[in-house]
């Protein structure tokens, strides 16, 4: 091994090269080396292990960890690692396998070691509440690391960011974008980070690297310099490349840098984020006045670059102002992580906020009170109860529930294996396959398979296929007034707030608990008056872009297009008895809107009754076999604990609001529909009467039983119907409970065509509707091309649906009325809700466990 080895080094070093990292395979030869060494090759194989190896949760750390954690326990042996020797070198293996093998160790007697490797160990994760029972249990070792966690030891023994870093100008004139530093062409070359450097300008300027060699025997560091740096795609590589040329080594980290600085007059905000978060110091001043071979000082703390003789070459401020701390981390991301575990461990030994860390920028000053989003905030950041936090201020709310639909889940899941993540830090993260369950291809079930104990093994809770749609379910799991995000645009909550996100980010809020996040403004949309007769829910969802376009702050049109929604919070006032399966549709709705999020101001009545109906749901969960039982569990007793005290938080009478938008409930007296292809453009009923309809859509996770009920209502008697219908329940427990209430023989009669419970049509990436067919759909959206070819949709509720279905055209207001009234008197039956905690079946699953079968310890459901 070691002679294949070498000759490796020396193919590599002739083209100036590292050699590559182990892998797992040299790895275990490595360490079958390590066990009887031969002669002579002591210092290349300790050079191997300690330097050579990947860590994290690549497969060679795993085989890495292993070997040592045996060595620590006495179970393998080596001449040359002693057991305090394997454990120091675990604890440089930055997280993942090392982690486990670690806190194992502090129940033995290496459990000294173990405190001062886990020390500096940030990514924890759920790890952390392992050594938080330990310490509990009274275990002094566990109390010692966690108090080390909490005075941010793993930080105040970084080295602070300098007063004065002197370095050389390499200096790129012009524009710089992320192709040239990460040319497309040498993609293939990404992953293997010095090989692909090689890359880096070769076709902006072909002597770059010769001239940082030159630079470079100066012996100082090279400064990034440009007036326009990292425009173009967002690349990871090509922050990779300016590290590997001018950053530092990780130490024991093979093949990967960090560190470095970036001047440019203007650099690109993605760029400036991957920098920030590879532990980069990128910062915006006017570079005019600096020259390639210029050795300068940078005075960060001052704002100041000069030059050797102490003029002022450039001004500039840090931003932002946790700059400093950041790059004492080692990175934006790392400092976050980092400062969550101090946090939990501060809260595990009922310590104060610390105040090691630089504090974010303060909030706009503003003696005005809060709105409901911004409270809610607030608490997720440890503000004072009542606090909120203003727009526009940088904060980490704590993401609670976190959501992963299956097309972006794939990703989210490679997200996470880089942040070395064995085990989510969020309270719950739920993993659903609500986008393929119906007609998967092979590569979604190869998903299905692998993806739900990738997720339940770091303590998610993955759903199945079959079970339905991911916002119905993520719904039934979140907790009042919390904050959380999700894989998925319409990830929103209606008794919390949500920020939808990418898959990084996603995996980031998963893995840390937190995310990152600048406070956005408030749109007040406040409803008053009385329900007019055959008005629904979805009437007054559309009823608020409606409104919109009505005090022209909403145009449809693309071109200068207006919409006084994006990028804001949606706060819903006025309908505050709704249920909170109700008022997912506002918040549901809010992604048309192109709104960052949507808060729906509810009476506590029925938020007691929700949380009561899924604490039933969730039992059934664990009894049926959902993984993982510990999160549903946890889940469970913290819905109890709010339903012992059931304060929901509110709005102040002075919250300051982007804009105020009225609507009067008794102007509203026809229907409201989205029209053909854009979820802005609504029109009332009569302005579409007539239009011919061939296929009709109940589905996604806009509806909810009565939805259903109602459809089938108006369908009674019909017979066969003119028209295509499709029948998409949300949920498996939906779709269950309409066959028992033989709902389902109305759709049967009709001719439906039902689907298993899931998005269905909504998506589009399954079943279709016919090449250019008119659909009316209760879905979400209705752009060109998504439920099928040329298809024109209307968007609406599934009343008007049903009537569209029967009469294949859109009614007249007066024949829609007509059947409404005539078909839908008895709405308390009609609009029932699923409440589990009354219905027997879910509530046998309870006696059973009551009666012995199989006990889970949990308080009495208040
Ligand atoms: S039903 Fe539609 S909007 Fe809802 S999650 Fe599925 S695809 Fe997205």
């Not at 008895?577 to 549901?588: G, M, P, R």
Request: negative net charge.
């Amino acid at each position: 091994m070691l002679k294949a080895y070498q000759a490796h080094v020396a193919e590599r070093s002739a083209i100036q090269l590292p050699p590559l990292p182990l892998s797992a395979e040299q790895v275990a030869q490595v360490v079958e080396l390590l066990k009887a060494p031969p002669a002579g090759e002591a210092e290349t194989l300790l050079d191997l292990i300690a330097n050579r190896t990947p860590a994290g949760v690549d497969q060679a750390a795993y085989v890495k960890a292993a070997f040592l954690a045996d060595i620590a326990k006495g179970i393998a042996k080596s001449p040359l690692i002693s057991p305090e020797k394997a454990v120091e070198l675990l604890g440089t293996m930055l997280g993942g396998y090392n982690v486990q093998a670690l806190v194992a160790l502090l129940e033995t007697p290496m459990a000294a070691h173990a405190v001062k490797a886990l020390s500096s160990t940030i990514l924890m994760f759920d790890a952390f509440h392992d050594v938080d029972v330990l310490m509990k249990a009274g275990n002094a070792h566990a109390k010692k690391l966690i108090e080390s966690w909490a005075n941010a030891e793993w930080f105040t023994n970084a080295p602070v960011l300098a007063k004065e870093i002197k370095m050389v100008v390499f200096k790129v004139d012009g524009e710089t974008n992320t192709d040239d530093l990460s040319p497309a062409q040498d993609a293939w070359s990404r992953p293997d980070i010095p090989l692909h450097a090689k890359a880096m300008l070769i076709n902006k300027m072909p002597d770059g690297l010769k001239l940082i060699d030159t630079l470079k025997q100066k012996g100082l560091p090279l400064a990034y310099v440009g007036d326009v740096v990292g425009t173009g795609s967002s690349r990871k590589s090509a922050i990779n490349s300016v590290q590997w040329f001018m950053g530092n080594d990780i130490p024991n980290i093979p093949n990967k840098r960090t560190g470095g600085v970036i001047l440019g007059a203007k650099i690109a905000p993605i760029f400036f984020n991957t920098a920030e978060d590879s532990g980069a110091l990128p910062i915006q001043c006017d570079v005019s006045k600096l020259n390639m071979g210029d050795v300068i000082v940078i005075k960060p703390y001052e704002g100041k670059v000069l030059n050797e003789a102490g003029d002022v070459l450039s001004t500039f401020e840090l931003n932002p102002v946790t700059m400093p701390d950041e790059v004492r981390a080692g990175g934006r991301i790392p400092l976050i992580i980092g400062r969550g575990l101090t946090s939990n461990a501060r809260k595990a030994l009922g310590l104060p906020e610390t105040t090691a860390f630089i504090k974010a920028a303060p909030a706009v000053s503003s003696t005005k009170g809060y709105t409901l989003a911004q409270k809610m905030v607030g608490r997720a950041c440890g503000l004072p109860e009542g606090v909120g936090v203003r727009p526009n201020t940088y904060c980490e709310p704590k993401a609670t529930t976190v959501g992963s639909q299956d097309t972006t889940g794939g990703m989210t899941r490679d997200e996470l294996k880089e942040l070395a993540c064995l085990g989510f830090s969020s309270d719950l993260v739920m993993q659903s396959f609500c986008h393929t369950a119906a007609y998967p291809k092979p590569v979604d079930i190869k998903l299905q398979h692998s993806l739900p104990e990738f997720m339940s093994s770091r303590g998610g809770v993955s759903l199945r296929p079959g079970d339905g749609v991911i916002h119905s379910w993520l719904n039934r799991l979140i907790l009042p007034d919390t904050v959380g995000t999700g894989g998925d645009s319409h990830t929103r909550f209606p008794i919390g707030i949500s920020f939808p996100a990418g898959s990084g980010l996603v995996a980031f809020a998963a893995a840390t608990g937190a995310m990152p996040l600048d406070m956005p403004e408030s749109v007040l949309v406040r409803f008053k008056g009385t329900m007019q007769p055959g008005i629904t829910l979805r009437d007054l969802v559309n009823a608020i872009p409606y409104a919109a376009i009505q005090e022209g702050n909403l145009t449809v049109g693309k071109q200068g297009k207006k919409n006084v929604f994006n990028g804001r919070i949606l706060e819903i006032e006025g309908l505050p008895d709704l249920k909170v399966e109700q008022a997912f549709e506002f918040a549901d709705a809010s992604a048309e809107r192109s709104a960052n999020g949507c808060t729906v101001l509810l009476n506590k009545e029925p938020v007691i009754e929700f949380l009561n109906s899924n604490i039933v749901l969730m039992q059934n969960m664990i009894e049926n076999g959902y993984e993982d039982a510990r999160t549903l569990q946890r889940r469970i007793e913290n819905m109890q604990a709010w339903l012992a005290k059931p304060e929901l938080l509110t709005p102040d009478a002075d919250a300051e609001y982007a804009h105020v938008i009225e609507i009067d409930l008794n102007e509203i007296k026809e229907p409201l529909v989205a029209c053909p292809n854009d979820p802005d453009d609504i029109k009332p009923l009569s302005a579409v009467v007539g239009d011919k309809i061939d296929e009709v859509f109940i589905g996604s996770c806009m509806t909810n039983i009565g939805h259903y009920r109602a459809a089938a209502k108006v369908l009674e008697g019909s017979g066969s119907i003119p028209t295509r219908l499709w029948i998409a329940p949300p949920t498996r427990m939906d779709e269950a409970q309409l066959r028992d209430e033989g709902v389902y023989s109305t759709f049967g009669v009709a001719g439906a065509r039902t689907e298993i419970p899931g998005c269905s049509l909504c998506m589009g990436n399954q079943a279709r509707v016919a090449d250019k067919a008119t659909v009316f759909s209760t879905s979400t959206r209705n752009f060109d091309n998504r439920m099928g070819k040329d298809a024109r949709v209307y968007l609406g509720s599934a009343e008007l649906a049903a009537v569209c279905a029967k009469l294949g055209r859109m009614p007249s207001h007066a024949e829609y009325l007509e059947t409404v009234g005539n078909k839908l008197a008895n709405t308390a039956e009609i609009y029932k809700y699923l409440n589990f905690d009354q219905m027997t079946e879910y509530k046998a699953a309870l006696d059973t466990l009551s009666s012995g079968k199989k006990v889970i310890p949990i308080a009495e459901v208040v």
